[in-house]
């Protein structure tokens, strides 16, 4: 965060040549901002922040969160998402008190974030985008900020440990039913097959998140 404070300036020369100083958050004012989408996470202990001479304020604070996020998992498991980070104040209004406004481009924020994104794991971070808007609430107007961030789920795994071995079993299914096999032998082969995908469903179930309004096209089938 970067503000301005026309009433903190100084002139290093009249102080020793000290152009900044370090100061508790609770010194000056500060922004109060919330992250609408968070349901859980750890505030931060860094409560510190920056004052130039000039009146300028720069507070870096690290947030862990939990945010909520819809997904759509219809084309599961070569699925992408795309989830939501606003930052809002609600105590300002916009149109007289405090307009937040982004100094990183949605590249040069993108660029950043795949310098930090260093987990090799299940998703895969493709696009950030920034919208900048102004939230409307009661009879005054909020400064909003939104990070729409999309994920790509990395299908290798589940193209191994699924649909594979599904399809496998389908073809077994197909052939035993139009084979030379006497009815007894396709009964029990039968029951094996629902016993198999009755294991691989509850694989499937585990591995899928609830909430979402539509099941996976694998799991429907």
């Known amino acids: 965060q970067e503000w301005q404070n026309p009433f903190a300036t100084w002139d290093p020369q009249d102080f020793c040549n000290i152009s900044e100083v370090v100061l508790p958050m609770d010194t000056y004012w500060s922004p109060p ?13 860094l409560n510190y922040m ?6 300028s304020f720069n507070s870096t604070r690290p947030f862990q969160v939990t945010l909520t996020c819809s997904l759509m998992i219809f084309k599961f498991p070569f699925d992408t998402q795309t989830c939501n980070l606003s930052i809002a104040s609600f105590l300002y209004p916009a149109v007289t008190d405090l307009v937040m406004k982004t100094r990183r481009t949605s590249a040069e924020s993108m660029k950043d974030s795949q310098s930090f994104f260093l987990t090799d794991g299940e998703w895969k971070f493709t696009n950030l985008s920034i919208i900048e808007f102004t939230e409307s609430m009661d009879v005054k107007e909020y400064s909003v900020i939104t990070y729409m961030i999309s994920m790509e789920r990395r299908p290798t795994l589940y193209i191994l440990n699924l649909i594979l071995p599904t399809c496998a079993l389908y073809l077994l299914d197909m052939a035993v039913l139009f084979g030379p096999s006497s009815l007894e032998e396709k009964i029990n082969f039968q029951i094996a097959i629902i016993l198999g995908s009755s294991m691989l469903a509850v694989i499937l179930n585990n591995s899928l998140p609830t909430s979402s309004n539509k099941p996976p096209v694998i799991g429907t089938h």
Do not use: A, K, S, T
Request: proline letters at 5%; zero cysteines; hydrophobic letters at 40%.
């Open 33 to 45: 901002i919330f992250i609408l989408e968070r349901v859980d996470g750890q505030n931060p202990e």
């Open 50 to 55: 920056v004052l130039m001479h000039n009146g």
